[in-house]
């Protein structure tokens, strides 16, 4: 019986655009080697097309060989699959995440979740602090004042007891 392959997405791979964009780029570099191999010695050669940073990861990540027949196909039946079925979380912050703290919510998303989930960042600056999170059928709102109004009653409380500052009538 054969054994298949776990098929893994690297870090670099983020979003469904990035998905759909190397799904273009192998479909580009099979047409290009296909086209080598069904010409004759003495026609002119296609260029081969270089290839980028988030493919070369792909590759590396998975110890493909995209010169062998069956590991390239292998790989297009994999990409068709994931950016067909994989789960898509959309993620607004209040500001530009760093590379680095998107790198980590992406292993934890695929640690956690799915090993093909991929996030599309938005931003949204109104909500402060924290993040609001999207999914084919359910939102949740992380945001600093979604948290402080679910506890206000408990902050206004401890406000008053300190007597910092006291509660204005009428106040909801």
Do not use: W
């Amino acid at each position: 019986m054969a054994h298949e392959r776990t098929f893994k997405l690297p870090l670099s791979i983020v979003s469904p655009g990035d998905l759909r964009r190397i799904k273009r780029e192998v479909d580009e570099l099979c047409d290009t080697l296909l086209q080598m191999e069904l010409r004759e010695g003495g026609q002119k050669q296609p260029k081969m097309p270089k290839t980028s940073r988030q493919l070369d990861d792909l590759i590396e990540v998975n110890k493909a060989n995209l010169l062998v027949k069956d590991e390239r196909e292998a790989l297009v039946k994999a990409l068709n699959e994931i950016v067909d079925k994989s789960p898509v979380l959309h993620m607004s912050f209040s500001a530009e995440p760093s590379t680095k703290f998107l790198d980590k919510l992406i292993f934890y998303i695929r640690d956690s979740i799915s090993p093909y989930a991929v996030v599309t960042v938005g931003l949204a600056p109104s909500i402060g602090a924290g993040c609001m999170v999207r999914t084919a059928n359910k939102f949740f709102d992380l945001s600093l004042k979604q948290t402080l109004i679910g506890h206000r009653a408990e902050l206004i409380k401890e406000l008053d007891t300190s007597g910092i500052v006291k509660p204005v009538e009428g106040a909801s």
